[in-house]
């Protein structure tokens, strides 16, 4: 093969790269577009902390990609060195060959990934094979590493990514889903054992794995992109840039400890937040979205947010990531002026976005089965002498009052009933969102199964019903899906909803007017909230789910 196809794959039309299909949640591929819309961002920071130097000018700098699979993200930093180096180096054999030896470095994620970046880097799956477009390389594998990893279990999960054993000791005909970059306790001496030597990297860019299913009540997956984050920084490079789901921002099983200290982090320079998984992999349901960050160890200050939806225009703002009194980072540009006007309305300050305890609406909410009563409940079909309804999935059953022990304050008052879990169609995100199921009234002598949480309780329907008027607000969902990283919707998303009183049926103008909206940030949050119908719910009626996206 010549040196001047070094690099045909990428000329292509169409790029191969964008034509591969994913091969499991692990492996999801990233688009050529967006790896270049994440150089791109690179070649600005670099410029703007080096004098206006090019990046893409620089023999000396040196990449990672800790978690290849496509090997995209290498070959477009290749492509764009052989460009940046043309005059330093004059012959296209000598750049190339640098470029690819001292340069560009790749750990892959399985074997058949690590084959196939070598593929799109060395136009070859042998480094050092007679069509590889790199000749200084001796070994088969060259400068993009793989080795089957073992985990390592202790007790029934692996001390280092918490993968179940039942799951994932599979023998050695199957893939272990071990990643190498993070079962060590010593990510330095794992590199410099990988590569021959001690490494210090510029840049690590990537892709990480984002997840592995786990054992436990239903399906569930155990996120596991946060250790490549934290990998990453151990080895201290100049800049850290990764794709990763956006649900950190807010929620997410096992991420408390990440979403602190990401979000306490001064040197994240800019993070470009995606609100549907769709526009960045291209047939990929993830609910909650994905980002990409660029970390710059010598930044210092506020974080450049962009948030990007379809056909929208970008919304761009320079602000800190954690604001005084929140926990999560606030993900809409223009709702945190709407959560600050809220938050000064009802207390009195501007410089915090926290309620005090008796102002705040999650008062009000249940933890999820606060009955005590599981989703398989079914229940007795008729009604007994003292018996309670359960409202359940799929309609009501009815048990007898001695059979449940939680909440007993709460039987014979009137409640709220709201799904545990806001409707949607698939892994789809979609605007304007409903943010909650629709929430119906429970009447006195009534509960609910795991399904159902409640609000509440009242002594009277009419404070009921206007707890449902309330909830049927946009600005009132809106400041849900603030705090709401996900389908579920646990007490905890109610952060930020003030308390009303309950005398009245509660309007979206009279929210507008108390807490002083202008027009344009009505029109915000009717853009990215829809209305919702009450009017079967006021009735006592169990709404039936019209299968919208959220």
């Known amino acids: 093969m010549s040196i001047q196809a070094s690099f045909a794959l990428r000329g292509r039309n169409p790029d191969v790269l964008t034509c591969i299909a994913n091969l499991s949640n692990d492996e999801v591929f990233t688009p050529p577009e967006v790896a270049n819309r994440m150089l791109d961002a690179l070649t600005l920071a670099w410029a703007d902390g080096h004098g206006g130097a090019n990046i893409w000018a620089n023999r000396n700098v040196r990449f990672l990609d800790p978690f290849t699979k496509s090997g995209v993200f290498l070959r477009e930093i290749t492509v764009r060195l052989t460009a940046g180096l043309a005059e330093e180096i004059p012959d296209l054999r000598d750049r190339v060959d640098h470029i690819l030896s001292n340069q560009v470095y790749g750990i892959g994620i399985t074997e058949l990934t690590a084959l196939l970046a070598r593929r799109s880097v060395y136009c070859s799956k042998h480094a050092n094979g007679p069509h590889s477009v790199a000749t200084r390389l001796g070994s088969d594998q060259g400068n993009i590493w793989f080795e089957r990893t073992e985990h390592t279990w202790e007790g029934e999960r692996c001390k280092f990514c918490g993968a179940s054993q039942a799951s994932l000791d599979r023998g050695s005909g199957r893939e272990t889903h071990a990643y190498a970059f993070i079962h060590t306790d010593d990510i330095r001496s794992l590199v410099a054992e ?298 905890k998303v109610y952060t930020f909803v003030p308390n009303q009183t309950w005398d009245r049926t509660w309007t979206d103008e009279q929210l507008y007017e108390k807490y002083g909206l202008t027009s344009e940030e009505i029109a915000f949050v009717e853009k990215v909230v829809r209305p919702m119908n009450l009017v079967a719910d006021l009735l006592g009626e169990v709404s039936v789910d019209d299968g919208d996206d959220e």
């Open 194 to 491: 990988i590569f021959g030597g001690e490494m210090n990297f510029d840049v690590i860019i990537g892709n990480p794995p984002y997840q592995l299913e786990t054992d436990g009540h239903g399906k569930q997956a155990r996120p596991i992109y946060q250790k490549f984050v934290e990998q990453a920084k151990a080895l201290e490079p100049r800049y850290l840039s990764m794709i990763i789901p956006a649900r950190w921002f807010s929620g997410g099983m096992g991420l408390d400890d990440f979403r602190e200290s990401m979000l306490g982090d001064s040197r994240l320079r800019s993070i470009d937040d995606f609100l549907t998984a769709s526009d960045v992999f291209p047939g990929v349901g993830l609910k909650g979205g994905v980002c990409y960050f660029l970390w710059d160890r010598e930044h210092e200050g506020n974080c450049l947010v962009r948030t990007h939806f379809k056909d929208w225009p970008i919304s761009t703002s320079e602000r800190p990531l954690l604001e005084p009194g929140a926990d999560i980072f606030i993900r809409f540009n223009e709702g945190l002026s709407i959560l600050k006007k809220v938050m000064e309305r009802e207390t009195g300050q501007s410089v915090s976005v926290s309620l005090p305890d008796v102002s705040r609406f999650e008062q009000l909410v249940s933890s999820i089965g606060a009955f005590g009563l599981d989703s398989t409940f079914r229940g007795d079909k008729l009604p007994s002498q003292d018996s309670l309804k359960v409202y359940r999935n799929g309609g009501v059953g009815y048990i007898s009052r001695d059979k449940v022990s939680k909440e007993r304050h709460a039987f014979d008052k009137w409640k709220v009933f709201i799904g545990r879990a806001a409707p949607g169609t698939g892994n789809k995100d979609t605007y304007p969102h409903r943010v909650l199921s629709t929430p119906f009234l429970g009447e006195p002598g009534s509960i609910s199964s795991w399904t159902y949480m409640y609000i509440g309780p009242f002594e009277t329907r009419s404070e009921a019903e206007s707890v449902l008027s309330y909830l049927a607000c946009r600005l009132t969902r809106f400041l849900v899906l603030l705090h709401k990283p996900s389908q579920d919707t646990t007490k």
